[in-house]
């Protein structure tokens, strides 16, 4: 540390110390000028492949297939959103994806918020390896899951329920509400809780009454993060959903890629919209927390 | 005989000694309180057992049955019929003599040191070029960075297969305008190990940036700019206190960050599943894509299994270092 707090000694001819004058206004500027060209330059390269998704979503089917591509669709239409969502079993698989998606994020939400009270209000033996087993587990590669509970579900005529789905998705998204949840609970001042002690509030009291109000918005957050998780989720639904009418809604979204309907880009564009719209918008609410979050190893990637 | 008679019951009394002693003790201290302190005790356990009962059931269960499968021959017909016999380490055999597997491996290594230096590289440019622009551009940038962010990877993957579409996709027409490849129009990614690794690579780069820059960022902005000031006026180089001044900073962040991408990146599936299906050939199978094949298109789930054993062991390696630096960096477990 002791090397950042002494600035490097500077030999040589650029070395003439506080007596050299700051950079001119003009060279800052043209400093400025650069810096705000690569930006646009990043902006530009980086948002292009969502451009393009909505910009194809956009153009009638033969302004799609064009030799010389079409930044702008000069005839907009809506009609690739109307054929993906009439067509094939966009509502059932919608159904699919809604009911797996609550299910998952009532059970994490309620038993992550319990489990996240008391490794954040109490201190016990055994807590640390407890935090330890929950970052650990959520870095297991997803086939070491897979592969078991696809053999225990088929023995148990699991497989193609709701609940295999719910169970798959809840072994993932539950450690990472624990470790979110805990977050929000370490936020709340321990002298709220001792208030509420000394007006002799019991320990549930002061979980119930006290502690889980001041985290709601914690619990917002969490949910997100467990919709956004379970809602993306491809290779759970895409192993364990064998029939079509039990797809989830990734699993419909990456059928469109099969051969057999490998040209309607128009079509696979509209529906990558609508499948990534609710994800975006709720990207958009929760970015902060999740800058926080993913950086104490919150969200599998 | 005799010392094993009298010291059996001498342990007794001194264990029931110690029971009523123990009895006696609370009545020194007044007994609400530690009827209080033991009830209290007893609230973290309560609070965590549905958690603990499920999670155990949904991923220790699972990887108990993991390892179990791995030493058995369990395969398509177990799926119908239930038959299967144990195996011993056989599976194991066969995997390390399994030429594929070494293959894979390499290919993950490999893949993954790509990926993951590529993601920081870059992402550490887009957080230090964050710092230096107006606040107009480092909201237009933190909007795109969220965008390419908050894309489904399913969803980006069918995207990347239309950018890349030979005939009619516009990557293909962006480089033939620039001319630099020749009529590059027809170029097809998917036929070529060499330009379906780049696809790829640019995709995963493209989503994994946003976080990497987003969360340097945010530390590159707490760094005391009397420090850059004073190496400024010492005259450094802008680069120079770059590297002797933020660079130390942002050393803790960064080591984070590079763990957890090797952990992602290492885990990569959909993406690779989506826009190569691990070809042409095997040329793209990494270690998730071959677990794949060999347990859910070959069904031949034992071996599956001991893949992934074998990836999870590698990966729980990754694991302990990334927690171990979590501690170091003062994160309160």
């Given at each position: 540390m002791s090397a950042t707090t002494a600035a490097p000694p500077l030999a040589g001819p650029?070395?003439?110390?506080?007596?050299a004058p700051p950079p001119a206004p003009r060279r800052r500027r043209r400093r400025r000028w650069v810096s705000s060209s690569l930006a646009a330059a990043f902006c530009a390269v980086w948002v292009f492949p969502v451009y393009w998704m909505v910009n194809t979503a956009f153009k009638p089917r033969p302004e799609?297939?064009?030799?010389?591509?079409?930044?702008?669709?000069?005839?907009?239409?809506l009609a690739n959103f109307v054929g993906a969502v009439t067509a094939s079993d966009f509502l059932v698989n919608l159904r699919n994806s809604v009911i797996v998606v609550s299910g998952t994020v009532v059970v994490a939400v309620v038993l992550g918020i319990f489990a996240a009270a008391a490794l954040s209000r109490f201190r016990f033996p055994g807590r640390r390896t407890i935090m330890v087993v929950v970052l650990a587990v959520q870095m297991l590669p997803s086939t070491a899951l897979l592969i078991p509970m696809f053999v225990m579900f088929n023995s148990v005529d699991l497989?193609?329920?709701y609940a295999a789905l719910v169970l798959a998705y809840v072994a993932t998204v539950l450690p990472f509400s624990i470790w979110v949840m805990r977050g929000f609970f370490l936020a709340v001042p321990v002298e709220v809780e001792e208030a509420a002690r000394i007006d002799g509030a019991s320990t549930w009291r002061v979980l119930v009454s006290v502690l889980f109000p001041l985290v709601a918005p914690g619990v917002i957050a969490t949910s997100i993060f467990a919709f956004i998780a379970a809602w993306n989720d491809y290779l759970f639904a895409y192993t364990f959903m064998r029939e079509q009418s039990r797809y989830t809604l990734p699993v419909w979204l990456a059928s469109f890629s099969n051969p057999n309907s490998g040209t309607d880009f128009g079509g696979q564009m509209a529906a990558s919209v609508l499948f990534s719209l609710p994800v975006v918008v709720f990207f958009l609410f929760i970015q902060r927390n999740l800058v926080a979050g993913m950086s104490a190893g919150a969200v599998k990637g | 005989m005799a010392p094993v008679g009298t010291t059996a019951p001498r342990r007794a009394s001194a264990t029931a000694g110690a029971g009523s002693g123990g009895a006696t003790a609370?009545?020194?201290?007044?007994p609400s309180r530690a009827a209080r302190a033991r009830r209290r005790d007893r609230a973290p356990l309560l609070l965590l057992l549905p958690a603990g009962l499920v999670l155990t059931g949904v991923t220790v269960v699972p990887i108990g049955f993991l390892v179990f499968t791995s030493f058995t021959d369990y395969d398509q017909r177990t799926l119908f019929t239930g038959a299967y016999s144990v195996v011993g380490l056989q599976q194991y055999v066969t995997l390390l003599g399994d030429e594929e597997f070494w293959a894979s491996l390499v290919r993950t290594v490999l893949f993954t040191a790509a990926m993951v230096a590529g993601s920081v590289v870059i992402g550490m440019g887009v957080s230090h070029l964050m710092t230096r622009v107006g606040r107009a551009w480092r909201y237009a940038m933190t909007v795109v960075l969220i965008l390419a962010w908050a894309m489904p990877n399913v969803a980006s993957s069918l995207v990347w297969n239309w950018l890349f579409?030979?005939?009619?996709g516009v990557v293909n027409w962006l480089l033939a305008q620039l001319?630099?490849?020749?009529?590059?129009?027809?170029?097809?990614?998917?036929?070529?190990p060499a330009l379906a690794y780049t696809a790829i690579w640019l995709l995963i780069v493209w989503q994994a940036v946003p976080f990497i820059a987003l969360t340097l960022n945010a530390a590159e902005t707490q760094v005391p700019a009397e420090h850059q000031e004073a190496a400024r006026l010492d005259g450094a180089g802008e680069l120079l206190v770059y590297r002797a001044v933020t660079l130390v900073f942002l050393r803790p962040t960064l080591l984070l960050i590079t763990i957890l991408s090797v952990i992602w990146d290492y885990n990569v599936f959909n993406q690779i599943w989506l826009v190569s299906r691990g070809g042409p050939g095997d040329s793209t199978s990494t270690l998730g894509v071959f677990t794949y094949v060999t347990a859910?298109?070959?069904?031949?789930i034992g071996l599956g299994a001991a893949i992934s054993v074998v990836t999870t062991l590698l990966l729980l390696a990754m694991t302990a270092v990334y927690i171990r630096s979590l501690l170091r960096a003062g994160e309160d477990l």
């Open positions: 650029t070395g003439s110390g506080p007596s799609v297939l064009t030799t010389t591509p079409r930044f702008v669709p000069s005839d907009p239409t497989l193609g329920t | 609370p009545t020194a201290v007044p579409q030979p005939g009619y001319g630099v490849f020749g009529d590059t129009t027809d170029l097809n990614w998917a036929e070529d859910f298109v070959g069904f031949d």
